[in-house]
C-alpha cells in the first residue's frame, strides 16, 4: 500500500512540564481539579501554548455499510445505516441534540453508505464504494479501496482544521459495524472472539452466535494477511472505520487534539496507533462503552476514558460530552487567578 501519513511528533514534554507549573501556580491546591488537570496540560503542550484554543469543536460523523451483515450479524436490517444518516441531517439523532448543546459543529460523511443518499446540507461524499464485501468470504475492501478511504478520513481532518476548528472528534454509523471492530479487536490483541464481542444493538443469543461465528471464520480465512495495521484494516473494517483511522492520524499529524467515541472509533484509533506510535499524544478517549472489546482496546492503546456512563450508542454522542470537558478543564486553566495576580497567599515550603 502506498499510503503515507505525514510525520507525527510526539508532544514536547517541555510544554507539559511548563504547564504543569502553570498548574501549581492557580489559586487551588495543588491537584484539586484532578483529571481536569492533566487534559489541560496536555492541551497545552498540544498546541505549545499555556492559552491552548479548544473553543471550537467538531465532531464529523462516518457512516458505511458492511458486507458481513449478511451473516444476520446484527438485530436491525442494513437498510437502516442509510435511514439513520437521514436522521442525522433532519437532526433527530441523539448526536445531533448533545451537539447542540454543547456548541459543536457537526456533519456527516458518506464514506459508503449501500443506499443513494439525496444531496443535504451537512452531508460530506467521501463514498468508497456501497458497501464493503463479506469478509468472512473475502477481503472487505481492496487495497486501493483501503487507502482511498485512509487518504479521505485524513483530508476530513484537515477540512475541519481549515475551517478554523481546533477540537475535533468523529463518530459513526453503520449497520453490523461492532463485527467489524470486534474482528480488528480481536487481530490486535489476540484474545478470544467471545471475550471481546458484545451484542451491539441488542443481538439476542442466535444472533450473538452468528456474530461470533462470523469473526471467528474471518480471522481464520485472514490469519496470514494480519500482520500490518493497514492489512487488519483492509481485511476486517468498514469504509467509516478506515476514514475515521484517517481521521486521527491527520489531527495528530497538524497536532490538533482529537477526541475518540465509542468502540468502533477506538478500533480506528488503534489501528491508527499501529501506524504511527506518536499518534495518541494527541487523542483523548470520550468513555468507556458497554461493548467487552472497548475496555481491552482502551488497554491496549493506553488511554483511561473521560467517562464511563455505560453508553454504547456510537454516533459521536459519547465524544460531544468529553469535548465540553476537556473545553472546561482548559477554561479553568487559563481563566483562573494565579497567586500572585490574585493577591493570594500560596501555601508555605
Known amino acids: 500500500m502506498s499510503f503515507r501519513v505525514p510525520k507525527i511528533d510526539h508532544i ?16 487551588k491546591p495543588p491537584g484539586s481539579l484532578g483529571r481536569l488537570e492533566s487534559i489541560a496540560n496536555r492541551c497545552a503542550a498540544i498546541f505549545g501554548s499555556l492559552t491552548p484554543p479548544v473553543d471550537a469543536a467538531r465532531i464529523v460523523v462516518f ?7 449478511e451473516e444476520g450479524v446484527s438485530a436491525y436490517p442494513r437498510e437502516v445505516t442509510a435511514q439513520m444518516v437521514l436522521n442525522f441531517l433532519n437532526g433527530g439523532a441523539a448526536i445531533n441534540a448533545l451537539a447542540q448543546a454543547n456548541g459543536i459543529d457537526l456533519v456527516v460523511v458518506d464514506a459508503g453508505v449501500a443506499t443513494p443518499l439525496p444531496d443535504a446540507p451537512g452531508l460530506i461524499r467521501h463514498h ?13 475492501m481492496t487495497e486501493a479501496q483501503a487507502e482511498e478511504a485512509l487518504e479521505a478520513g485524513m483530508a476530513e481532518a484537515e477540512a475541519a482544521i481549515a475551517d478554523g476548528y481546533n477540537l475535533v472528534g468523529c463518530g459513526e454509523m453503520g449497520i453490523a459495524n461492532t463485527t467489524s471492530a470486534a474482528a480488528i479487536t480481536a ?4 484474545l478470544p472472539v ?17 456474530k461470533c461465528s462470523a469473526i471467528e471464520r474471518a480471522l481464520a ?13 483492509q481485511r476486517l473494517g468498514g469504509f467509516e472505520i478506515a476514514e475515521m483511522c484517517g481521521f486521527f492520524l491527520g489531527a495528530a ?58 453508553m454504547r450508542l456510537g454516533e459521536g454522542t459519547g465524544a460531544a460530552l468529553a469535548m465540553k470537558l476537556i473545553q472546561s478543564a482548559v477554561a479553568a486553566f487559563t481563566g483562573m487567578a494565579t497567586f500572585s495576580s490574585a493577591g493570594v497567599s500560596n501555601r508555605t515550603p
Open 128 to 140: 468508497i464504494a456501497d458497501g464493503t464485501r463479506n469478509f468472512t468470504r473475502e477481503p472487505a
Open 253 to 310: 499529524a497538524h497536532r490538533r487534539p482529537v477526541v475518540v467515541d465509542g468502540f468502533i472509533a477506538t478500533a480506528a484509533a488503534a489501528l491508527a496507533v499501529r501506524v504511527d506510535a506518536s499518534a495518541p499524544d494527541y487523542m483523548f478517549a470520550a468513555h468507556r462503552s458497554a461493548e467487552p472489546g472497548h475496555a481491552e482496546l482502551l488497554k491496549w492503546i493506553g488511554k483511561e476514558p473521560l467517562l464511563d456512563l455505560g
Open 12 to 27: 514536547d514534554p517541555h510544554w507539559m512540564a511548563a504547564a504543569e507549573r502553570h498548574q501549581n501556580d492557580l489559586t
Open 187 to 190: 487481530a490486535l490483541t489476540g
Open 63 to 69: 457512516a458505511a455499510d458492511h458486507g458481513v451483515a
Open 194 to 210: 467471545k471475550n471481546i464481542t458484545g451484542r451491539g444493538t441488542g443481538a439476542d443469543d442466535a444472533c450473538f452466535t452468528r
Open 221 to 233: 480465512r485472514h490469519r496470514s494477511h494480519l500482520a500490518a495495521p493497514t492489512d487488519i484494516l
